[in-house]
């Protein structure tokens, strides 16, 4: 399917969902907010944006979204999991906590917070495999870092504290927010595989 056109989800539990909806709909896609099981049918792909994955996960039991989430992603639904969205992607989270449920879309374990009390919050110009128009601007906040990487899963890009960007099929999960710094060759990319 050509990325025109495409309905795509953003899980809109919690925390703004709008950026991500901007994003889609500059690149011609159609943007579905998501909130309830009933709206995740007929969408070609799902973006998880940030926030907190310990509160996502809870959202996404009381919503009813986790069963049907979990059967479409078990279909193969294209996923985008940003920071908070690549912790729930995750197969294993180190540092959640012990009622924080991530969905195993992607062979990858992450590190919440991984960049400690100096490094809350900061930008970095990353090299992206691949990614043609030079380096990407990441906007990092309180972000994880991936500290397992299982067979099957490209590495994208990386910091010196592991990596941060990797695709696994038509799932591609960031540690940062690819919404926040005006660039939107990601979520191109992202639209291109769906
Ligand atoms: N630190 C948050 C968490 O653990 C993620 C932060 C973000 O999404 N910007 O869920």
Same mark, same amino acid.
């Given at each position: 399917m050509r990325a025109s056109g495409a309905k795509v989800g953003v899980l809109a539990l919690q925390g703004p969902a709008r950026l991500h909806a901007r994003a889609l709909a500059e690149l011609g896609a159609e943007p579905v907010e998501v909130r309830? =099981?009933?709206?995740?049918? /007929?969408?070609d792909a799902l973006v998880i944006p940030g926030g907190e994955s310990t509160t996502l996960s809870l959202l996404l039991d009381s919503s009813g979204v986790r069963g049907a989430l979990e059967d479409r992603v078990a279909d193969g639904l294209p996923v985008l999991g940003t920071c908070a969205g690549m912790i729930m992607c995750a197969a294993a989270v180190l540092g959640?906590?012990?009622d924080q449920h991530s969905l195993?879309?992607?062979d990858i374990d992450v590190r919440r917070n991984a960049f400690g009390r100096q490094r809350d919050s900061f930008e970095a110009d990353l090299d992206v495999e /691949?990614? =043609? /128009? /030079?380096?990407f601007p990441a906007v990092f906040i309180r972000a994880p870092v991936v500290a397992r990487v299982g067979p099957g899963v490209e590495v994208l890009a990386g910091l010196a504290e592991g990596p941060v960007l990797c695709r696994s099929g038509a799932v591609l999960v960031t540690a940062?927010? =690819?919404?926040?710094?005006?660039?939107l060759r990601l979520h191109q990319s992202f639209l291109e595989r769906i």
């Open positions: 309830t =099981p009933a709206h995740l049918v /007929g969408v959640g906590r012990v195993g879309i992607v /691949g990614l =043609p /128009g /030079g380096r940062f927010h =690819p919404e926040l710094g005006g660039d």
